[in-house]
């Protein structure tokens, strides 16, 4: 009697099924900026801060910028040194700096450091940057952003200034 009401029971809870499945797959973005390019505004007479005059049209200072790191596959440039040489009082430079968007979603500067800038060197130099107003990059476009440079009086004698510039990006929902 107790398996006529199994029975029974199974054949009351029969039904006919059947599955719908989704295979999904999710390919991320990649942030990947890299200098593109760099140039100084020394080219010739040597630039001067405001209340300094080259009137003569001497050559005696130089502004060098050298990749200081490579990223691998392919060998971008990240990192970049500013070298002043034989610098002196009233030198300066504009130093025109390329990022270009090589990765796959649009990115925005998040911060931006010099390191490698001793305390004294500091007190030597005047540094700013020119951020553009929108510093967002779309996939395959870049941003142009400009350093500028001077040597103050306290600047030292046979001295070589150079520093380090590191700028981070981030992609663009992240950045405030």
């Known amino acids: 009697m107790l398996s006529i009401i199994v029975i029974g029971f199974g054949l009351a ?9 989704i295979n999904t797959y999710v390919n ?6 890299k200098w593109s390019a760099w140039y100084c505004s020394d080219t010739g007479p040597d630039p001067q801060l405001p209340g300094f005059n080259n009137t003569e049209g001497k050559d005696v200072a ?6 200081e ?7 971008d440039p990240v990192k970049l040194n500013i070298t002043l040489a034989n610098a002196y009082p009233g030198y300066f430079v504009n130093i025109t700096l390329i990022v270009d968007n090589i990765g796959t979603i ?9 390191t490698h800038l001793d305390p004294e060197d500091v007190e030597a130099l005047t540094i700013k940057l020119i951020i553009p107003e929108d510093t967002q990059i779309h996939p ?3 941003s142009t952003y400009i350093l ?8 030292n004698e046979t001295t070589t200034y150079s520093f380090d510039i590191e700028f981070t ?4 929902n992240e950045v405030p």
Do not use: R
Not at 28 to 33: A, L, R, W
């Open 169 to 172: 990006f981030a992609q663009w």
């Open 140 to 142: 395959g476009e870049n």
């Open 28 to 33: 991320t973005g990649e942030v990947k900026v």
């Open 148 to 155: 500028l440079i001077g040597v103050l009086q306290t600047a």
């Open 13 to 21: 809870m029969a039904m006919w099924s059947e599955t719908l499945k």
């Open 62 to 67: 130089q502004c060098y910028i050298s990749v």
């Open 106 to 114: 649009p990115v925005k500067l998040l911060s931006y450091n010099f």
């Open 69 to 75: 790191q490579w990223a691998h596959d392919p060998p």
